[in-house]
Nanobody, 124 residues
Framework: QVQLVESGGGLVQAGGSLRLSCAAS????????MGWFRQAPGKEREFVAV????????YYADSVKGRFTISRDNAKNTLYLQMNSLKPEDTAVYYC?????????????????WGQGIQVTVSS
C-alpha cells in the first residue's frame, strides 16, 4: 500500500506560479513511477506529467510542456509539480498517483494509488 497526500494548491493569478507537493508513505516509493493528473469541473481526469523512478526521465502532456516541471526526491518520499506561467485553463483539482508499470503511464487505469486531490484555481 502507498498513501499519497497532496499540498500546495490554492488561488493564483494568471501568469503566476505554484508548487504542488505529494508526500508518500508506505511501500517503496522509489520503485514507482509517479504522475500528476488533473480534473476540471465537468471534464474527465487528464494526464499532466509522469516521472520514472530514475528522476531524470520525465514525460509531459503537450498542454503543460515548457511550463510545468515534475520532479521527485526519493530520500524524502516526495513528488513535486512546479507550475509556472499558469493559465485560467489550468484550473482543476490536481491528483498525484503511483504506478507500478514501466514505460510512461499516462492513463488513469495504469495507476494503482491516488491522492485525495487538491484544488488549483487560476484567475484571469
Amino acid at each position: 500500500q502507498v498513501q499519497l497526500v497532496e499540498s500546495g494548491g490554492g488561488l493564483v493569478q494568471a501568469g503566476g506560479s505554484l508548487r504542488l507537493s505529494c508526500a508518500a508513505s508506505g511501500r517503496a516509493f522509489s520503485s514507482y513511477s509517479m504522475g500528476w493528473f488533473r480534473q476540471a469541473p465537468g471534464k474527465e481526469r487528464e494526464f499532466v506529467a509522469v516521472v520514472k523512478w530514475i528522476a531524470t526521465i520525465t514525460y509531459y502532456a503537450d498542454s503543460v510542456k515548457g511550463r510545468f516541471t515534475i520532479s521527485r526526491d526519493n530520500a524524502k518520499n516526495t513528488l513535486y509539480l512546479q507550475m509556472n506561467s499558469l493559465k485560467p485553463e489550468d484550473t482543476a483539482v490536481y491528483y498525484c498517483a503511483a504506478s507500478a508499470l514501466s514505460g510512461y503511464p499516462s492513463r488513469t487505469y495504469q495507476y494503482d494509488y491516488w491522492g485525495q486531490g487538491i484544488q488549483v484555481t487560476v484567475s484571469s
